[in-house]
């Protein structure tokens, strides 16, 4: 059995706006290019088998879809269900009463860690605080931990580039 490492909602969020090819895609993003694992995830990384970028993009794309439903307004159920079953994670009960997740299948660990995150985040937050960035030239995922919730942006860059060109368009609408 292989432990899975613990990620919380903004390394899933890192890991699914880097590899995702869907969101990059989406945001005509695709010849940028890829930052190695233990950059995006930090030290978690060293605890995960190596694999190549193409199965971390199929990883990255398969989390995406539960932001992409999120979005939409439909239910992420399925899609959670679907990122995880094919790890088979299974809770146990570690010594300081915390839960631990473990995969009999060690290559499987970060599929499992993407959707166990997910999970607790959903199950503690609630799939209306995922959601994908309105920015310009972005579809970014993003988790909303803002008291409010009321979150649109990846980021406040993305936030700033909305406002601008929203005031450049109201002032080439205005009569001159």
């Given at each position: 059995?292989?432990?899975?490492?613990?990620?919380?909602?903004?390394?899933?969020?890192?890991?699914?706006?880097?590899?995702?090819?869907?969101?990059?895609?989406?945001?005509h993003?695709?010849?940028?290019?890829?930052?190695?694992l233990?950059?995006?995830?930090?030290?978690?990384a060293?605890?995960?088998?190596?694999?190549?970028?193409?199965k971390?993009?199929?990883?990255?794309?398969d989390a995406?879809?539960?932001?992409?439903r999120?979005?939409?307004?439909?239910?992420?159920?399925?899609?959670?269900?679907?990122?995880l079953?094919?790890?088979?994670?299974t809770?146990r009960?570690?010594?300081?009463?915390?839960?631990?997740?473990?995969?009999?299948?060690?290559?499987?660990?970060?599929?499992?860690?993407?959707?166990?995150?997910?999970?607790?985040?959903?199950?503690v937050?609630?799939?209306?605080?995922?959601g994908?960035?309105?920015?310009?030239?972005?579809a970014?995922?993003?988790?909303?931990?803002?008291?409010?919730?009321r979150?649109?942006?990846?980021?406040?860059?993305?936030?700033?580039?909305?406002?601008?060109?929203?005031?450049?368009?109201?002032a080439?609408?205005?009569?001159?």
């Open positions: 059995m292989a432990t899975v490492p613990r990620l919380d909602i903004t390394a899933v969020v890192d890991f699914v706006n880097h590899y995702s090819v869907r969101a990059r895609r989406a945001a993003d695709e010849d940028k290019g890829y930052r190695a233990d950059e995006v995830l930090g030290p978690v060293q605890d995960l088998p190596p694999l190549a970028v193409g971390l993009h199929t990883l990255a794309d995406y879809e539960v932001f992409v999120s979005e939409h307004g439909e239910d992420v159920t399925a899609a959670v269900n679907d990122l079953a094919p790890a088979g994670p809770p009960l570690g010594t300081d009463g915390q839960i631990a997740w473990e995969v009999t299948d060690g290559r499987a660990a970060l599929r499992a860690a993407l959707g166990v995150g997910l999970l607790d985040w959903v199950h937050r609630g799939e209306d605080r995922l994908l960035c309105e920015g310009v030239r972005c970014d995922a993003f988790a909303d931990s803002s008291p409010a919730g979150k649109k942006f990846c980021s406040a860059g993305c936030l700033n580039r909305h406002k601008v060109a929203e005031h450049r368009r109201r080439a609408a205005r009569p001159a």
